[in-house]
């Protein structure tokens, strides 16, 4: 080589020192043909410009403003603006403005869209050809006046604008994002309203590249790091003065065979506009070998820097890249010979001229004499010829190229040109005292780590071995995988014990050095946090990541054969070691947290560990992941999270609603990559560090995007990639597979599956683990979308070509879900679309590969970029659609918190408990309960006054104009099937508008649905049933006495005409009679007439025989066996004694058991007679006759109660000896009632019962005397009293249901429960826990009964009711006298039938009273009707009085519908027991098809104990169900079987597990307490307490209740 090779550019940068005055463009330049306007230099801005006054609006300035980035000049742009979701986010609209280029570029650039820098306006019209292919002068003034004009904008200057408008993590950002696209980023940023510019290293140093240079070949190694770190050589290329060469442009074609835009050229769109801001931008990129020699242009790595701008005027930027490179590429048209000040020894680069001989102002001599000057040779120079073409231009370049970078010793780092850029006075942006600060703090953790593994168990010790046996431990407390033989309460009990053992152990290491300099780093302000955690990240990736890396490709080499297991299992274990990052340190920071809480809340170190989940949480809002699973443990830190979460929740409320998208798949398939493309965030995808576990990141959604999505953030969770079956074998982690994709498929609203189409046998394996999360999903009332990514589809007609594909993966899809079904025993799922609305044509998104070529040269595809666009587009165009409403952040919460607790579990369908659905469930249930009690209270009036319409047949009253009681009865049965009709729909269309809403989590009870629809339809044929039976025993009873009114009436005649008679008898004798006399008369004509009328005997009804002919004929089905027990005994003879149940004929298996058998079916008997009597009761006190639909309605009674107890079915002995005992002891108060009813209805005993009121009426009418008032007394006291007095106490029944239905305990069966736990666990009285337990329904009538007395005993609110149906009766006699006034009736007689005839639907006026009224009135009509109004006036005070005097308990007698009996059906619900503990089922509705209860307790509490030893059990069944112990009973054949396999025996009972270990704790502290008392109660030796359940309080014991309900504090005081 010559020795001129060795001339310095320090000496070029002192002649063109001197060559200024030429290089500086002249007007006399303007018709240049060499002239390219974007190239124009731009004089430098100085500083004094902003000092002057008037201010004078600078470039930057304007060009801010146009861009309307004005505002982040000061006030940087931040990621999370950048990355917020915003119409412009997901719109296609074309740039119409010029505020909109920015944040298009910065959209696509974010989404690594190879296009992002076509940056033009639509609206902008395109330049026109005159100008492109006019002269080549130069015309300043044409120039200067028409770039007014020129409204394009150079793509630099966006660039240029962009990062001078960022902060420094924007910066890194686009850094990265631009190196991705292989655009060359700036390394040194001109400010060009100063002649300052910044040197951007802190933007460069997230960009990390992997190549392989020559010295690797053969090894086939490659080097992974940071670009800021590698030591390269540095080729720069700068211009002198003009130019008609496209420096950029050479450069793309020199260093791309594919001529991909590098850099920003003049030929690229808006190239040739002007640049306003940009000149003195120094870009840099970097050519780096893939190690195949036919395919690098260089073999070796190289820099290559491009100066924008003409060096004259950028001496600072010139200096630099001459201190820096290894080589500079003068580009020039026109050299000056003046060169003596150019010998400046002070610059190392070697200068290489290029120059266009094509070019008017080309100059050989002065050509000749500037090289001879500077000593370069003939290879330091390269001119453009005539006879050289582009290729051969180039190709001399890359010699030259190549040559430098094989023989230069000038290498330098990125990281190194700092010095040198602080010797020129350039600024560095790493300067900045928060960066420093981060990096101070961030050096101090790392810097002494050499054996990572070893540091780890030094300072990151809570993390290690011991939170992997809590895990376990954690594990094992849900799964009882290992209880053997033991109790399996005391072996969760020791199991608790380990665990805080380990917990005591952690908090005794206390907080290591490195995080207490951690905790104390990230609780400095927000941007040195951030700056912090990135250099902390970057730091930590510099530790492992050559390690890590060649790891991670022999992990990949040897999954590929898996043939040598224990290799991969070594490297798998390596890896772990080896990695660190910043998520260690988050997950030590939430251990010690976690084992802090385990502290008493008034422990120090609690105090000051209480910020902690703040500060996660504000880092979450600053845009870094938040791990939600420790992939290496398994496990989620359950409270760390959760009070993470919670503390988000406070930060954002009330904007706290959340979306969810998850991505799952294969290991290594671009998971992260696809997300990070989708939403422009950074998760970790670098060979050396794949995901473990899974992370959520938060994004903010707009207020412009927020009515469309419903929601305030997008959570976006990235989880490790699913292993295939093989590989997950070496370390059990198909299960832990199964367990996180159940969680994420869980937690999100969409799931994007990953599919890599190459590898098909895996794709099935992660197939099945997806399907089964999303039937089990669908199981617990959750509905996640999906979409299938399928990975590396390149081909344009890729969905067209793969529909074969897609009915394939359908195929496999529905494979795999008849598969999951038969595991998870849910066979009904026969297709994936059972599971999951899908649908495969546009469910499914074909993607090409990232890389557009081979890296590491090769950009980002732009097909890539494209479709995961679309596919973001469409995800939040599915979410906004969505039916479901977004979750709050608290509810998020809820669900990790099942979700997860459900997973460890081993069936999790069988163990999913949710607040979320129990919530929703709960408000569904208190919906239901309303609109049911509507329903019935409407059914109630409406029977009241049909009954009032057939209690007024045939009398005067009558409102109907039909005669036959048959017709009315079909015309009432008519209208209460249209009511009822009526009433039904109403529910269902209620229930249907209550799915249909919005908010609530109603989708989550979306499979309750069908179950409240067949209770509606229920509780329809329930009530059709009842009102028919009611209005048919109304129409016979009044039938019969129909007859007897005749009679009645006739002898009321005959008595009437005798008086008459009489009368005018005692006036012809024209003599004055006493008293006495009348009387005598008056008695001898009333003998005489009673001998006259005939009185037929009235023959009582055998109501034996009727009570017994309705029992044959609900036998009848029983067959021959039942009928000839019925023939054994008389009815007459049943009933007579208590009832005691024998059990004949049973076998005994042990004698505890058999006793115990017998004590069950007693109770069981005992509460079904407490019921019937009841009912006889009921209808005893309504003093009407029997008829056959009471016994009917008993034995129905009978039917479903047995229905209930499901071991009595086959009992035939059991059913028909109870029957036969309550129908006797039925038949015998009805036979009694029967006489009594006919006893009162005798037509003789009413004549007798009325002698006195006729005397007296035979003196008035003797004596002419005025009746008026009498009279009207009379009628308002014997017929208008007694109808209102009845119709309020028909009416008060269902307003005392009213009132008692206000109170929270009744507006649920679970809402019951908790009142009456929480009542007795402050009575404090073993007697009551012993009767809830024993006698559940009779405890639990007699409690609402005392509820009701205690509410109403106190209160006005029964008057109140009495006082409002009294003037509404009062109202209406009010209103019948005055329009029956208005129709001016003929004599009273007729008015007073009227007005009953008014009341005819009102009021049931008795027929004995009236016809009694009525006869010998002689009372003035007018004068009647005025005193009547005051009579009812003073009825309405009497009434009044009266209501007030009388006791509620005296009122509770006279109701016709009970209120504690309503109440009672309202919670008690089905009846039906836990078959192992005997707690009462809670679900809603009457038709549901599942039970279960929200609290279960020790099986000992329902009596069950121990055959060898006689002990009470402290198993719960909520327990024994995982696990594999035994259990015996009737439903077994006495057979021992696993409790896990219970739902064989009883598949109508759900019991999931506990949804905590706590969630019992109420039952517990009651066995502790009262084990004693419970072992002699029930003749049984006292249990084995577990030593923790004696440590349980009260007060634990009521939180546990609380949980176990899902009550809020403070809803209801005990």
């Given amino acids: 080589m010559s020795q001129h090779l060795d001339t310095s550019a320090g000496e070029v940068f002192e002649l063109l020192n001197n060559m200024k005055k030429k290089t500086v463009p002249t007007a006399s330049d303007g018709n240049s043909p060499t002239h390219r306007p974007e190239e124009h230099s731009n004089p430098r801005v100085t500083g004094k410009m902003q000092n002057e006054t008037p201010h004078t609006e600078t470039d930057l300035e304007r060009l801010l403003k146009d861009l309307g980035l004005e505002q982040y000049y000061s006030k940087k742009l931040s990621l999370s603006k950048i990355l917020e979701i915003d119409e412009k986010t997901i719109s296609d609209e074309p740039v119409k403005r010029k505020i909109n280029i920015p944040w298009n570029f910065l959209k696509k650039l974010m989404m690594v869209n190879v296009t992002a820098r076509d940056a033009k306006c639509t609206s902008v019209g395109e330049p026109n050809c005159d100008d492109a292919s006019g002269t080549m002068e130069l015309n300043i003034d044409k120039l200067l006046g028409s770039s007014d004009t020129d409204d394009r904008l150079n793509p630099l200057d966006i660039i240029t604008a962009l990062f001078l408008c960022s902060d420094g993590f924007v ?216 006879q050289k073409n582009d290729a051969d231009f180039i190709k001399c370049l890359r010699e030259s190229v190549s040559n430098v970078v094989g023989n230069s010793r000038v290498k330098m780092s990125v990281e190194q040109m700092a010095d040198v850029a602080h010797e020129l006075g350039i600024l560095v942006d790493e300067d900045s005292p928060e960066c420093q600060a981060g990096k101070q703090k961030a050096d101090t953790i790392t810097e002494d780590i050499q054996d990572i593994l070893k540091y780890k168990e030094d300072q990151l010790r809570l993390q290690g071995e011991i939170w992997k046996e809590l895990t376990f431990l954690e594990k094992e407390e849900f799964r009882l995988k290992k209880v053997g033989s033991e109790n399996i309460e005391q072996y969760k009990s020791d199991l608790q014990g380990q665990k805080e053992e380990l917990r005591k152990k952690q908090n005794s290491y206390g907080i290591s050095e490195a995080m207490t300099l951690f905790i104390d780093a990230i609780s400095s302000s927000k941007t040195e946090r951030c700056y912090f955690l990135k250099w902390m990240r970057m730091n930590l990736d510099n530790l492992s990541c050559r390690k890590l890396s060649g790891l991670r490709e022999l992990y990949k080499e040897k999954c590929k054969g898996s043939e040598n297991k224990d290799e991969i299992k070594e490297i798998d274990r390596q890896l772990s070691n080896s990695s660190l990052g910043t998520e260690h340190f988050f997950r030590e920071m939430g251990q010690i947290y976690e084992a802090s809480v385990s502290l008493p809340e008034t422990d120090p170190y609690r105090k000051q560990l209480q910020h902690l989940p703040k500060l996660c949480a504000q880092m979450l809002l600053d845009g870094f992941p938040l791990e939600l699973v420790d992939g290496h443990a398994s496990n989620i830190p359950l409270r760390w999270v959760s009070d993470v979460l919670s503390q988000l929740n406070g930060l954002v409320s009330p904007k706290n609603k959340i979306m969810v998208v998850t991505v799952l798949g294969v290991q290594s398939t671009g998971k992260s990559t696809l997300l990070n493309t989708m939403f422009g965030v950074q998760f970790a995808v670098s060979s050396g560090r794949c995901t473990r576990g899974a992370f959520m990141l938060l994004i903010k959604v707009n207020e412009d995007v927020k009515k469309d999505l419903n929601c305030d953030f997008m959570v976006i969770i990235d989880t490790e990639g699913l292993k295939s079956p093989e590989l997950a074998q070496l370390d059990n982690s198909h299960e832990h597979d199964n367990e996180l994709a159940t969680l994420v498929v869980g937690l999100s609203d969409i799931t994007i599956i990953n599919i890599a189409m190459e590898n098909s046998t895996e794709m099935k394996d992660i197939l099945q683990i997806v399907v089964h999360a999303f039937l089990r999903m669908k199981e617990v009332s959750k509905k996640p979308k999906c979409y299938f990514v399928h990975q590396n589809v390149s081909d344009v007609s890729a969905h067209k070509n793969n529909q074969r594909d897609r009915k394939l993966l359908l195929q496999q899809l529905n494979e795999m879900t008849q598969a999951a079904a038969k595991m998870e025993k849910k066979e009904e799922n026969k297709s994936f679309t059972d599971v999951m609305e899908y649908n495969p044509d546009t469910e499914n998104c074909y993607v090409p590969g990232l890389w557009n070529g081979n890296p590491p040269m090769a950009p980002v595809n732009e097909g890539y970029s494209e479709i995961v666009y679309e596919l973001k587009k469409n995800i939040i165009h599915r979410l906004g659609e969505s039916e479901a ?16 607790n459900a997973v460890k579990h081993e069936n999790f369908i069988f163990s999913f408990r949710n607040s979320l659905v129990a919530d929703a469930y709960m408000r569904l249930c208190t919906e239901f309960n309303k609109w049911e009690w509507e329903f019935k209270k409407e059914m109630y009036t409406w029977v009241t006054e049909a009954e009032t319409r057939i209690s007024n047949f045939g009398t005067v009253a009558a409102k109907s104009a039909t005669s036959d009681m048959t017709q009315l009865l079909t015309q009432l049965k008519s209208e209460a099937v249209l009511e009822l009709s009526k009433w039904e729909n109403k529910l269902l269309d209620n229930l249907k508008k209550y799915f249909k809403q919005t908010e609530g989590h109603v989708h989550l009870v979306e499979r309750y649905r069908e179950d409240f629809a067949n209770s509606a339809k229920s509780l329809r044929r329930e009530i059709e049933s009842s009102v028919i039976n009611q209005l048919t025993a109304a129409a016979d009873i009044r039938r019969g006495m129909k007859e007897l009114d005749e009679i009645k009436e006739n002898h009321a005649k005959e008595i009437e005409k005798a008086v008459s008679k009489l009368i005018d008898e005692c006036r012809k004798k024209k003599v004055e009679m006493t008293e006495t006399e009348l009387d005598k008369e008056f008695d001898k004509m009333w003998s005489e007439t009673l001998k006259k009328l005939t009185f037929s005997e009235q023959k009582p009804k055998d109501v034996y025989d009727s009570v017994y002919r309705c029992l044959i004929a609900n036998l009848s089905k029983k067959g021959s066996h039942a009928h000839k027990l019925l023939s054994e005994k008389n009815i007459k003879d049943c009933g007579l004694e208590p009832y005691k149940y024998k059990a004949e004929g049973l076998k005994k298996v042990t004698d505890w058991f058999f006793k115990d058998f017998v004590k069950m079916r007693q109770q069981i008997a005992d509460r079904i007679i407490n019921s019937c009597t009841q009912l006889v009761d009921e209808k005893l006190v309504r003093n009407s006759d029997y008829h056959d639909t009471y016994i009917q309605e008993i034995l129905h009674i009978i039917d479903e109660s047995l229905e209930k107890y499901t071991d009595v079915k086959t009992d035939t002995e059991f059913e028909v000896s109870l029957k036969q005992h309550i129908c006797g002891f039925a038949a015998r108060s009805f036979q009694k009632m029967h006489l009594e009813f006919l006893r009162f209805n005798n037509p003789r005993t009413r004549l007798e019962e009325n002698k006195i009121k006729f005397q007296d009426d035979f003196k008035d009418v003797f004596h002419e005397r005025d009746q008026c008032q009498k009279k009207a007394d009379e009628f308002t006291e014997q017929c208008l009293k007694p109808a209102v007095k009845d119709f309020v106490n028909r009416s008060l029944g269902p307003d005392i249901i009213d009132e008692m239905l206000k109170k929270e305990q009744f507006s649920t069966r679970m809402s019951f429960q908790y009142s009456l736990l929480l009542d007795l666990l402050s009575e404090k009285k073993f007697e009551n826990f012993r009767s809830y337990c024993s006698s559940y329904e009779s405890y639990v009538k007699e409690k609402i009964l005392q509820q009701v007395k205690e509410h109403f005993s106190n209160s006005s609110a029964t008057f109140e009711f009495e006082d409002k149906h009294l003037q509404s009766r009062i109202k209406s006699i009010n209103d019948a006298i005055k329009h029956t006034k208005e129709k001016k009736c003929g004599d009273l007689k007729t008015f007073v039938e009227e007005i009953c005839k008014e009341l005819g639907d009102k009021l049931v006026i008795s027929q004995d009273a009236l016809g009694a009224f009525l006869i010998l009135n002689n009372a003035d009509q007018d004068q009647f009707s005025n005193l009547l109004t005051v009579s009812v006036k003073d009825m309405a005070e009497t009434l009044k009085e009266e209501f007030e005097n009388t006791t509620f308990e005296t009122k509770l007698i006279h109701l016709n519908v009970n209120p504690q009996n309503e109440l009672f059906n309202r919670v008690v619900g089905c009846g039906r027991q836990c078959p192992f503990c005997k707690v009462p089922c809670d679900a809603g509705g009457r038709a549901h098809t599942e039970h279960f209860a929200s609290l279960h307790r020790p099986e000992g509490l329902g009596t069950y104990r121990f055959t060898a030893t006689k002990k009470l059990v402290t198993d719960i069944c909520t327990s024994s169900v995982l696990s594999n112990k035994l259990f015996c009973c009737r439903e077994t054949k006495d057979q021992y079987h696993p409790f896990k396999n219970y739902k064989e025996f009883f598949p109508d009972w759900n019991i999931p597990p506990d949804s905590s270990l706590e969630a019992s704790d109420y039952w517990k502290y009651v066995m502790a307490k009262y084990n004693n008392d419970f072992a002699k109660a029930y003749g049984a030796e006292p249990a084995d307490i577990p030593d923790s359940w004696k440590k349980i309080t009260a007060e634990q014991a009521k939180e546990s209740l609380q949980e176990s309900f899902r009550v809020k504090r403070g809803c209801y005081s005990s």
Wanted: aromatic share 8%.
């Fill in 171 to 386: 910066q890194q950002e686009m850094s990265l994002k631009m190196s991705m696209c292989q655009f060359s980023v700036p390394l040194l940023l001109p400010k060009c309203d100063t002649a300052q510019c910044t040197l951007m290293l802190w933007a460069m140093r997230d960009i990390v590249k992997k190549y392989r240079p020559q010295d690797l070949l053969e090894s086939k190694g490659f080097i992974e790091e940071r670009i800021v770190h590698s030591q390269l050589p540095m080729v720069s290329f700068v211009r002198l003065g003009e130019c008609s060469l496209s420096k950029s442009e050479i450069l793309n074609k020199l260093l791309s065979r594919s001529h991909h835009d590098i850099f920003v050229h003049h030929n690229m769109e808006c190239g040739d506009s002007k640049r306003k801001i940009s000149n003195g931008l120094t870009e840099i990129t970097w050519y780096l070998p893939c190690g195949n020699q036919n395919m690098d242009i260089f073999v070796e790595p190289v820099a290559i820097a491009n100066l924008h701008g003409d060096i004259a005027t950028l001496e600072t930027q010139f200096s630099f890249l001459c201190q820096t490179s290894a080589a500079v590429f003068v580009f020039f048209d026109d050299l000056d010979s003046e060169c003596e000040l150019l010998m400046n020894q002070k610059h190392k680069a070697q200068i290489f001229l290029v120059g266009n001989q094509q070019n008017k102002s080309f100059n050989s001599n002065t050509l000749k004499e500037v090289a001879t000057k500077l000593k370069l040779s003939n290879n330091n120079i390269i001119i453009k010829t005539k």
């Fill in 885 to 900: 409403s977004a979750n709050k952040i608290l509810e998020f919460r809820e669900w990790m918190t099942s979700l997860w």
